[in-house]
């Protein structure tokens, strides 16, 4: 299952929750936009223990764009493996240098 983040009203909220329910064994991917030249990065705070974080990458939102060029929008893509259980995934917008400082939260309910 693809939750997409990367567009539209959502993308820029402050505070976004959400729920999902998968089957034991399930393939998750978690997609989010980040522009990380402004220093923010999405982060995966908090995981249940049934869910296992397999990769994490950055790609390019804009697909015609040089992957030279410094600057512009990507989506930061965290590929997770939920087990049977139930519990929150919390990603957080940050500067991971500022202390307690939270640009943007998105919280995934699983069930």
């Known amino acids: 299952m693809i939750v997409d983040l990367t567009s539209g009203s959502t993308a820029e909220r402050t505070e976004l929750e959400r729920e999902i329910k998968l089957p034991a064994g399930s393939q998750l991917e978690v997609r989010l ?44 893509c965290f590929q997770l493996k939920v087990s049977e259980g139930e519990g929150q995934l ?8 500022l202390e307690g400082e939270i640009h943007r939260r998105f919280i995934l309910n699983l069930n």
């Open 33 to 76: 936009r980040e522009i990380p030249s402004t220093g923010y990065v999405w982060e995966l705070s908090a995981s249940p223990e049934c869910v296992e974080l397999q990769n994490q990458e950055l790609r390019p939102l804009d697909v015609d764009r040089d992957p030279e060029t410094v600057g512009g929008a990507s989506a930061v």
């Open 90 to 97: 919390v990603f957080t917008l940050r500067r991971p240098w």
